[in-house]
């Protein structure tokens, strides 16, 4: 089982940074790909980033390339999003979650690869 508590939401204007982070229990942490969704209003849930259980590969939304950067510290259980030049659109409760040690990049960007999720951290841009 794997428990996963997300930090760092708040509010931001746009064109400002915000980093959130997601903490995880339990010890597979480190053999697991770990992913970012979010989920504006009055709309579905959506794929933002994810990064393989060694770090090595990473993967981002087109709307969020060049802007945003997924990293982890498997020695502290942690992945991060840094999410730089934030517009309003990406207003959202941001949520973490874990899955599978392998997969391909077609497969971390959907749901049904994750396993485990978190409760979420509101992110909410200002124009």
């Known amino acids: 089982q794997v428990h996963l508590a997300e930090s760092g939401g708040g509010l931001v204007q746009a064109g400002g940074s915000l980093s959130v982070s997601c903490t995880a229990s339990?010890?597979?942490?480190?053999?697991?790909?770990m992913g970012w969704f979010r989920q504006a209003p009055g709309k579905e849930r959506e794929f933002v980033s994810a990064?393989?259980?060694?770090?090595?590969?990473?993967d981002y939304a087109d709307s969020v390339k060049g802007r945003f950067t997924i990293s982890r510290d498997n020695t502290k259980n942690t992945v991060y999003l840094q999410m730089n030049s934030l517009k309003p659109e990406d207003t959202a409760v941001y949520y973490c979650?874990?899955?599978?040690?392998?997969?391909?990049?077609?497969?971390?960007?959907?749901?049904?690869?994750?396993?485990?999720w978190g409760q979420g951290t509101q992110v909410t841009v200002s124009s």
């Open positions: 990064i393989s259980w060694s770090g090595d590969s990473t």
């Open positions: 979650a874990a899955g599978r040690r392998w997969g391909t990049m077609a497969t971390m960007k959907t749901e049904l690869f994750y396993d485990y």
């Open positions: 339990g010890r597979t942490f480190s053999s697991r790909t």
